[in-house]
């Protein structure tokens, strides 16, 4: 039964916003760079100056949980009242494993506290030289750290999280082709997306019987700027290549439609098959 009844005479009734890839725990403000842009400076000098992403992450370091937790319930308040019901949200101003968990903490707090519906996500990384040397373990490491932990700890807040809300839900991994099929001068790149792909169908046996689904996407390369960032070295691959957008259309129709493994799209070279259920 309806508690209340609201008269929308003159108004237009709309879905929510949802915003997506907001980087939302954060502390502090970098305000006083905007009279610096205006002056002339760029990015670097304002970096060489303190500033950038640098101070950000200076000032979200330091913080305690609890001023994280205020400061971003604020941002949250003003996206409600504009509109925003759904918003993605990600870490990544802490840029070390303490502070990356700091902030995963406190989205779980307000993921309990707002009616916000916030949802985690992490993106992975790659380097742009051979990531398979044992001559630089730093290499390595930072792609596995950002490519395994940073799912392994998304998806564990995520997962126990809808496990304890009751209300099911789909957990979407976006691998890509090169956890199926390894790539020259790209090992620890495969093997953070092998143990992607494992990972996920180790989830999915987990949650089976919950009402939350595990969904593994595996896109091929994607046509973006990235092949060309200058500075890069020379792409061994030469194409073809997927349109972003018909990757991203892929993926939606991954999520409504019944099955583990995706290939996108189903047809690309070097799939295994459209559809592959547990």
Same mark, same amino acid.
Not at 90 to 110: F, M, P, R
Not at 209 to 235: F, H, M, Y
């Given at each position: 039964q309806p508690t209340a009844t609201l008269n929308a005479g003159g108004c237009a009734v709309i879905p929510?916003?949802?915003?997506?890839?907001?980087?939302?725990?954060?502390?502090g403000h970098r305000a006083a760079e905007f009279e610096m842009r205006i002056g002339g400076a760029t990015y670097m000098q304002i970096m060489a100056a303190g500033g950038g992403i640098a101070r950000t992450v200076a000032d979200t370091r330091a913080a305690s949980l609890a001023t994280l937790v205020v400061e971003t319930r604020g941002r949250l308040d003003r996206m409600l009242a504009h509109g925003t019901t759904t918003a993605e949200?990600?870490?990544?101003?802490?840029? !070390?494993?303490?502070?990356?968990?700091?902030?995963?903490? /406190?989205?779980?707090?307000?993921?309990r506290a707002h009616p916000v519906d916030l949802v985690l996500a992490n993106a992975g990384v790659s380097i742009d030289k051979d990531n398979s040397s044992l001559h630089d373990f730093s290499i390595i490491r930072k792609t596995l750290d950002v490519n395994i932990n940073g799912v392994f700890l998304?998806?564990?807040?995520?997962?126990?999280?809808?496990?304890?809300?009751?209300?099911?839900?789909?957990?979407?991994?976006?691998?890509?082709? /090169?956890?199926?099929?390894?790539?020259?001068?790209?090992g620890a790149y495969c093997a953070s997306k092998f143990a992607m792909a494992g990972w996920a169908e180790s989830m999915a046996i987990d949650l089976h019987?919950?009402?939350?689904?595990?969904?593994?996407?595996?896109?091929?390369?994607?046509?973006?700027?990235?092949?060309?960032?200058?500075? !890069?070295?020379?792409?061994a691959y030469a194409g073809?290549?997927?349109?972003?957008?018909?990757?991203a259309e892929s993926i939606i129709d991954a999520m409504t439609t019944d099955g583990?493994?995706?290939f996108v799209p189903p047809f690309f070279p070097g799939g295994l098959g459209q559809v592959r259920d547990l």
């Open positions: 929510g916003f949802v915003d997506p890839h907001t980087h939302l725990p954060w502390v949200a990600k870490t990544g101003y802490g840029l !070390n494993l303490s502070d990356e968990l700091k902030q995963l903490d /406190a989205i779980a707090e307000l993921r998304v998806t564990k807040y995520g997962g126990r999280f809808m496990r304890d809300c009751g209300n099911g839900g789909a957990i979407v991994m976006i691998a890509s082709l /090169a956890g199926r099929v390894g790539l020259q001068d790209y019987g919950t009402g939350i689904e595990v969904k593994l996407t595996l896109p091929g390369p994607i046509e973006t700027e990235i092949w060309d960032q200058p500075g !890069n070295d020379p792409a073809p290549f997927i349109p972003a957008v018909e990757c583990f493994e995706f």
